[in-house]
């Protein structure tokens, strides 16, 4: 893979540019380990997808002095609605119950690629970091002494040589599919089209929330704000054609059945995207190490992936000091790493997010009552409602993890 005098050199190299292997490299950079961030594209890629942090996610960033910067930018959110799309009545959660367990009782909404921007910026001030856009993973060899990286540039191939590499590059990772992993689970029939807008949904809904999840035995949504624009997911029919779900007579239909008008909505953004359920058979294939998309797919209902993905590197981050500056014995860390972030994805975060798709889905005529009822139930018992705001803020998950050794 080229001589020793063309290789670049980092104690770890992260592959995948968006806000998991961002901030995998500014955690390992500012403990004192030299690392590379390789981004296939020209810059950040702007995915208007993933947009909630979560409260425990929020500890973390505060703790690496990010938070600050990510609330002036970002928008909090700490309740959230389940509504139904026809009556208009909510089932309101409060996360500023959780405030005895996190100094962050609330949603943080906020566009992935600008995290992925403030913590990218970041990491090229610090003598330890370095991100190096327009670079693509080709390949790897390893061998006992470390991990050799074939990159592509635009013009030319580039030879990389570290002790780990780490892939967070995607729910297509080529570091994946070069380890030979399985990726086992399902792709749902269904896509999802999101769309995006600035006009004033909050005046024609009563009372809305944040974060809203909508829905009747007939249609479901997911109404989210972020700071510039409202959001709104919903299911579609795989055989219709991209084109007429993309179109505007679609995306008149969509708010005119959330909203009940036909008001001429203009939309920023029209997205339309298959949803897996997915979990890698192992996170460890020796040096290299998966983390996020790379290493686990779920549907976006909870605001779990990006969530998941940042929990992956808080935990494999800490493991690579312990091995690369206190010598702790790789193999029982990095196995211990798989253990735990694997047994999240597929016990609590795969079927959480499952879950969480099914509340909101008809069965039946009376599905969307039967749902109602059942949440209506959770909202009013204070045991029940302190467990579901725990398993849905996520703290349950890192508990799990802490019992896994």
């Not at 993309?246 to 239909?253: E, I, M, Q, R, V």
């Amino acid at each position: 893979m080229g001589s020793q005098t063309e290789l670049k050199r980092a104690r770890v190299i992260v592959a995948g540019g968006g806000p998991v292997g961002a901030l995998a490299a500014y955690q390992l950079a500012i403990t004192g380990i030299d690392t590379i961030l390789l981004e296939a594209l020209p810059d950040c890629p702007e995915d208007m997808r993933a947009s909630t942090l979560h409260p425990p996610t929020l500890d973390m960033l505060d703790e690496l002095g990010l938070l600050d910067e990510l609330d002036r930018i970002g928008l909090r959110a700490p309740i959230y609605q389940y509504r139904n799309r026809r009556s208009g009545e909510a089932i309101e959660f409060d996360l500023g119950e959780l405030a005895d367990v996190s100094a962050h009782p609330y949603r943080l909404q906020c566009e992935q690629y600008k995290i992925a921007r403030l913590v990218i910026a970041k990491l090229d001030a610090m003598p330890t970091g370095q991100a190096i856009f327009n670079r693509r993973v080709l390949g790897y060899t390893q061998d006992s002494q470390g991990i050799s990286v074939a990159v592509e540039t635009p013009t030319a191939v580039e030879h990389f040589r570290a002790d780990y590499l780490i892939g967070a590059d995607g729910a297509n990772s080529t570091v994946r599919k070069w380890t030979g992993t399985e990726f086992q689970g399902f792709t749902y029939p269904e896509r999802f089209l999101t769309l995006s807008t600035r006009y004033p949904i909050e005046e024609h809904l009563d009372g809305l929330a944040n974060v809203n999840y909508v829905s009747d035995q007939d249609q479901w949504y997911v109404l989210l704000r972020v700071p510039e624009f409202w959001r709104v997911l919903v299911p579609t029919e795989i055989d219709t054609p991209a084109e007429d779900l993309l179109c505007d007579a679609n995306k008149d239909s969509v708010f005119g059945g959330l909203l009940g008008n036909d008001d001429n909505i203009e939309t920023y953004h029209r997205t339309l995207y298959r949803v897996h359920q997915r979990v890698a058979a192992n996170f460890r294939h020796g040096r290299v190490l998966l983390a996020g998309d790379a290493a686990h797919l779920n549907n976006p209902l909870g605001g779990f992936g990006m969530n998941s993905g940042v929990h992956d590197v808080w935990n494999l981050t800490r493991k690579l000091r312990d091995i690369l500056i206190d010598g702790a014995d790789a193999d029982t860390a990095l196995d211990l790493y798989d253990r735990q972030r694997r047994s999240v994805a597929k016990s609590f975060v795969q079927t959480q997010t499952i879950a969480n798709k099914k509340m909101l889905e008809a069965g039946d005529g009376s599905g969307g009552r039967n749902q109602e009822i059942q949440m209506a139930r959770i909202a009013r018992d204070d045991g029940l409602r302190r467990d579901y705001l725990m398993r849905q803020s996520m703290y349950e998950s890192l508990q799990q993890e802490a019992d896994i050794r």
